[in-house]
């Protein structure tokens, strides 16, 4: 059972406009968030993280936005650059982050054409 | 370099046959994680340690698999028995204790054939 979901296998959007990821939780128990970019041959990196306290979390041109009641997560990239270009994973725990065990969706390929 | 270290970065095995990968986490990390990741994935989590205890297990960690902390350094996770279902990537990755981000190594590929 698939409780982190990303529906959307891939997205292309060009240079300069906006990039918006969506990821779907089924677990109400999860209360932390996350985004990691993946590129080919690299591990994943953090991006940028929300608690379910909040609504909105905002770091340079990446955005994280959660509907709680809906068990809708997104994250809009803003503008979008070629270096974006990578697999983006949202992930979910619920131990308000204390804890880096973590469930993640299957990825979202982002390209971003110049 | 003051990331993750994964080694091997790629290994080859024949069905059956042990390996053993290591990871050397962020000097200052409390916290190892173990994950694999399979073609069209996310990482999946394996275990996790804080210092040399293990803390937790996930059900996917069969008999065959094996994790070490020892010293609360470095740690290996090894595979008896190799079998083709074993082929993916294995990641590492480390946190503090009150950290809430992992970082994570660039990956152990494991082929079985």
């Known amino acids: 059972d698939q409780q982190v979901k990303q529906n959307s296998p891939s997205l292309s959007v060009q240079e300069g406009r906006i990039s918006i990821l969506n990821c779907d939780y089924t677990?109400?128990?999860?209360?932390?968030f996350l985004w990691y970019k993946k590129y080919p041959a690299e591990g994943p990196t953090f991006l940028i993280s929300?608690?379910?306290?909040?609504d909105k979390n905002e770091d340079g041109r990446f955005t994280v936005f959660l509907n709680k009641s809906a068990k809708h997560l997104s994250l809009h990239i803003v503008p979008s650059q070629p270096g974006d270009s990578a697999v983006y994973f949202c992930?979910?725990?619920?131990?308000?982050?204390?804890?880096?065990?973590?469930?993640f969706g299957t990825g979202t390929l982002l390209a971003v054409q110049p | 370099d003051t990331g993750v270290s994964q080694n091997p970065r790629h290994k080859i095995t024949k069905r059956g046959q042990n390996v053993t990968f290591r990871c050397d986490p962020i000097?200052?990390?409390?916290?190892l994680y173990w994950y694999r990741q399979t073609l069209g994935q996310g990482p999946e989590f394996l275990t996790y340690?804080?210092?040399?205890?293990?803390?937790?297990k996930s059900r996917l960690l069969s008999d065959r698999f094996s994790a070490e902390r020892p010293k609360g350094s470095f740690s290996t996770l090894e595979i008896q028995r190799t079998e083709q279902g074993d082929s993916a990537m294995y990641l590492c990755?480390?946190?503090?204790?009150?950290?809430?981000?992992?970082?994570f190594g660039q990956g152990t590929r494991l082929t079985v054939v």
């Open positions: 990755a480390s946190s503090a204790v009150l950290g809430t981000e992992a970082f």
């Open positions: 929300i608690s379910s306290i909040k």
């Open positions: 677990n109400s128990m999860f209360d932390y």
């Open positions: 000097s200052e990390h409390n916290r």
């Open positions: 992930a979910a725990n619920g131990y308000g982050g204390a804890t880096n065990k973590l469930i």
């Open positions: 340690f804080q210092n040399e205890a293990q803390l937790e």
